[in-house]
């Protein structure tokens, strides 16, 4: 069970739309609708932002959208914002009782 | 609104065991599971496995972990346990409780757990 991929970093400047990806494999992300995002800021407790690929809990922002296509599911942040700067996880369930994160994406806010 | 309460000791020395526990409250605890995750200073996340309230239980299949984690649930007190035997430098994290439910949506407070000599 590998970990799913995510780019290291990504930035963008206060009010564009970034895009973290989230690639697994036809095991994981590409066979179930169940991918989560978390949001972690530093030195805190990972919150849930999106689940079952588009969905958002009560609370979080419409800014935070999620989707997916094959093995790859994204997250989008519209109109970024300078809260918005963190760390970002995906999350999948991968078959067998057995769930696998991403190696997480630090998100800047230039 | 479920909260989850962990605790546990958070300095081990190589091959020792690591045990952690968490008390769950505000919500029905035989309707989720319960998981651990582990994070490294400045890495992803990790899970390590999950048990329900019955004891059943699922771990990650990594073999670096599955045969050393053993995770118990005391359901009269609605706690459940890790214990990671043989730890070393590299299971250096902070450890969270979490409850899942088709996701991993509360969290503990997370303990820090440092192996060294």
């Known amino acids: 069970q590998s970990a799913l991929t995510q780019p290291a970093s990504v930035s963008g400047s206060p009010g564009q739309s970034i895009t973290i990806s989230c690639t697994g494999t036809?095991?994981?992300?590409?066979?179930?609708?169940?991918v989560s995002w978390y949001q972690q800021h530093p030195g805190k407790v990972p919150k849930l932002i999106i689940f079952?690929?588009?969905r958002r809990p009560s609370g979080v922002s419409s800014r935070f959208s999620g989707s997916k296509s094959g093995n790859t599911a994204s997250l989008t942040i519209s109109g970024l914002q300078a809260e918005d700067e963190a760390d970002y996880h995906c999350?999948?369930?991968?078959?067998?009782?057995?769930?696998?994160f991403g190696g997480g994406t630090k998100v800047t806010v230039l | 609104q479920v909260q989850l309460q962990q605790w546990g000791a958070g300095l081990l020395k190589p091959s020792e065991t690591l045990s952690l526990t968490c008390a769950v409250s505000?919500?029905?605890?035989?309707?989720?599971?319960w998981s651990w995750i582990r994070q490294p200073p400045g890495k992803g996340l990790e899970w390590i496995g999950e048990?329900?309230?019955?004891?059943?239980?699922?771990?990650n299949p990594s073999p670096s972990l599955k045969s050393r984690v053993t995770i118990s649930v005391d359901t009269s007190k609605k706690q459940f346990s890790l214990n990671l035997r043989s730890v070393t430098a590299a299971d250096t994290a902070v450890y969270y409780c979490?409850?899942?439910?088709?996701?991993?949506?509360?969290w503990g407070q997370g303990t820090l757990v440092t192996v060294s000599s």
């Open positions: 999350w999948s369930y991968a078959g067998s009782s057995t769930v696998v």
């Open positions: 979490a409850k899942d439910s088709l996701t991993v949506d509360s």
């Open positions: 036809s095991s994981d992300v590409g066979s179930y609708n169940l």
């Open positions: 505000g919500g029905s605890f035989n309707d989720f599971y």
């Open positions: 048990i329900n309230y019955s004891g059943t239980t699922n771990y």
């Open positions: 079952d690929v588009d």
